[in-house]
């Protein structure tokens, strides 16, 4: 029976809740991920900032008719945008449960 645990990622890029909105999307871009565990101080998962969040903190501004300008409000944090509480699974859970 295959766990949940053959599915997970190994390499996980956290964020603080802290952290400016524009470099978790920063990070999200250079890593090619749509999703950003949110961890305290102790390391304790407190939400999960998601390329959905990040669309929300996005602000447009057209240029011309054609190019738009993508900012965010600088005093925007992941804690703004963050889902939370999140759904957890313990690792060996079967795929057919998850």
Same mark, same amino acid.
């Not at 304790?44 to 993508?70: F, P, T, Y």
């Given at each position: 029976?295959?766990?949940?645990?053959?599915?997970?990622?190994? /390499?996980?890029?956290?964020?603080?809740?802290?952290?400016? @909105? =524009?470099? %978790?999307?920063?990070?999200?871009?250079? &890593?090619? !991920?749509?999703?950003?565990?949110?961890?305290?101080?102790?390391? /304790?998962?407190?939400?999960?900032?998601?390329?959905?969040? @990040? =669309?929300? %903190?996005?602000?447009?501004?057209?240029? &011309?008719? !054609?190019?738009?300008?993508?900012?965010?409000?600088?005093?925007?944090?992941?804690?703004?945008?963050?889902?939370?509480?999140?759904?957890?699974?313990?690792?060996?859970?079967?795929?057919?449960?998850?």
């Amino acid at each position: 029976m295959t766990k949940a645990r053959s599915l997970m990622t190994k /390499k996980i890029i956290k964020v603080k809740p802290e952290m400016p @909105i =524009q470099l %978790a999307y920063d990070e999200m871009k250079e &890593n090619n !991920i749509r999703h950003l565990p949110v961890v305290n101080q102790i390391g /304790k998962l407190v939400g999960i900032l998601s390329d959905r969040d @990040i =669309q929300r %903190a996005i602000h447009v501004k057209a240029i &011309n008719e !054609i190019e738009q300008e993508m900012t965010f409000n600088p005093h925007d944090t992941v804690e703004d945008f963050m889902s939370w509480p999140v759904q957890t699974i313990d690792e060996s859970i079967s795929i057919e449960e998850v």
